[in-house]
């Protein structure tokens, strides 16, 4: 089974204003000390915004190469360099749901997981459900083959032996937290 590499938007939400925060702009700022140069401050600059936005959008680009006094285009190629990195049109719900597709895991079913996930989200691999909750993503490899197959919460919280009625229940769980953020 072939999938996207490149996110897909499942939804019309309307845009973000800008400018960035007052407190975005001071977390960039306080990276140039811990960085040989304000290039390099690139990197962590768009997670930030993107931890903040769920997404970077045009307008966030510029203003982060205005903060670092570099190009638009410089932070541009920094990240289109970067697959995890969303525009404004693809911008990520409110919890990522990350399913590897490692050999280990591919060997254990993640290729049908996958699939019927997307299935009971009603979005492709890369989209973002309607309602804003849950963006499905595919991992390369998400280091836990020994509990293949393996899904992830965001970028941090593992679960291995991933089958259907897990994922079943952590789908639940997500749209139950997402609901209470809105």
Same mark, same amino acid.
């Given at each position: 089974?072939?999938?996207?590499?490149?996110?897909?938007?499942?939804?019309?939400?309307?845009?973000?204003?800008?400018?960035?925060?007052?407190?975005?702009?001071?977390?960039?700022?306080?990276?140039?000390?811990?960085?040989?140069?304000?290039?390099?401050?690139?990197?962590?600059?768009?997670?930030?915004?993107?931890?903040?936005?769920?997404?970077?959008?045009?307008?966030?680009?510029?203003?982060?190469?205005?903060?670092?006094?570099?190009?638009?285009?410089?932070?541009?190629?920094?990240?289109?360099?970067?697959?995890?990195?969303?525009?404004?049109?693809?911008?990520?719900?409110?919890?990522?749901?990350?399913?590897?597709?490692?050999?280990?895991?591919?060997?254990?079913?993640?290729?049908?997981?996958?699939?019927?996930?997307?299935?009971?989200?009603?979005?492709?691999?890369?989209?973002?459900?309607?309602?804003?909750?849950?963006?499905?993503?595919?991992? +390369?490899?998400?280091?836990?083959? +020994?509990?293949?197959?393996?899904?992830?919460?965001?970028?941090?919280?593992?679960?291995?032996?991933?089958?259907?009625?897990?994922?079943?229940?952590?789908?639940?769980?997500?749209?139950?937290?997402?609901?209470?953020?809105?």
């Amino acid at each position: 089974m072939s999938h996207p590499h490149t996110p897909v938007s499942s939804r019309n939400l309307p845009p973000i204003p800008g400018p960035l925060s007052a407190e975005i702009r001071g977390q960039i700022l306080a990276l140039w000390p811990r960085y040989p140069s304000k290039q390099a401050v690139t990197l962590p600059a768009l997670h930030l915004v993107q931890d903040s936005l769920r997404c970077v959008p045009n307008w966030a680009v510029e203003e982060i190469a205005d903060i670092l006094d570099l190009s638009p285009a410089e932070v541009h190629d920094t990240m289109s360099f970067y697959g995890f990195f969303r525009t404004e049109a693809d911008r990520l719900g409110v919890k990522r749901l990350w399913v590897c597709r490692s050999l280990a895991c591919s060997l254990r079913g993640a290729d049908e997981l996958l699939e019927k996930t997307a299935a009971l989200l009603g979005v492709p691999v890369g989209g973002t459900t309607a309602d804003g909750a849950i963006t499905l993503e595919l991992a +390369e490899c998400l280091g836990a083959c +020994e509990g293949a197959p393996a899904c992830m919460i965001d970028d941090e919280h593992v679960h291995d032996i991933c089958d259907m009625t897990k994922m079943t229940e952590l789908v639940t769980r997500l749209k139950q937290s997402s609901a209470n953020k809105h």
